[in-house]
């Protein structure tokens, strides 16, 4: 049993480059299922209060996952993410942006190059995220989006979908 479930966030200014580190007290193919399965990506993905709406989803290589983030009041935040590389059940690769409902990526803000890899470990599994960005301006920009917070929370949401 994992007893420090703590959310490591690693802020690599310099390198343009955040690193987050998140360990779960379930088996590998689990963890692996909740990244990559939009009824379940829905039921963690977004910070509470906001809830995540999957409209579609493609997961392979090439395919793509667009989604909105639904705040309170009904707000929407429309999000892409397109799949580079997929190593099953060990690793994939993704651009994600955010865009319009349908999936016209939005350039004022920055878009996220993602590397996910999932590590199984003797108390379950380890799950690391490296995020590197184009320019220096597009990390601090997402950090000022509360970038750090929302995923921690999220994060901590996939813990106790986890533990059900």
């Known amino acids: 049993m994992i007893v420090n479930k703590e959310t490591k966030v690693v802020k690599d200014i310099a390198n343009k480059r955040l690193v987050v580190v998140r360990e779960f007290d379930a088996p590998l193919e689990?963890?692996?299922?909740?990244?990559?399965?939009?009824?379940?990506?829905?039921?963690?993905?977004?910070?509470?209060?906001?809830?995540?709406?999957?409209?579609?989803?493609?997961?392979?290589?090439g395919g793509a996952w667009l989604y909105s983030m639904v705040g309170p009041d009904d707000a929407r935040h429309w999000c892409r993410v397109d799949y580079r590389t997929i190593n099953k059940p060990k690793s994939f690769t993704s651009d994600d942006a955010f865009c319009d409902e349908n999936g016209k990526?939005?350039?004022?803000?920055?878009?996220?190059?993602?590397?996910?890899?999932?590590?199984?470990?003797?108390?379950?599994?380890?799950?690391?995220?490296?995020?590197?960005?184009?320019?220096e301006e597009d990390i601090q920009k997402i950090l000022e989006l509360g970038f750090e917070e929302g995923f921690t929370m999220a994060l901590g949401n996939l813990d106790e979908l986890l533990e059900k």
């Open 30 to 61: 689990q963890v692996w299922h909740a990244w990559t399965d939009s009824k379940l990506l829905d039921l963690w993905w977004a910070p509470r209060p906001w809830k995540t709406e999957t409209k579609k989803m493609d997961f392979r290589e």
């Open 105 to 135: 990526v939005d350039s004022t803000f920055p878009s996220m190059h993602w590397k996910n890899d999932f590590i199984e470990t003797n108390a379950g599994t380890k799950v690391k995220v490296e995020i590197s960005f184009d320019k």
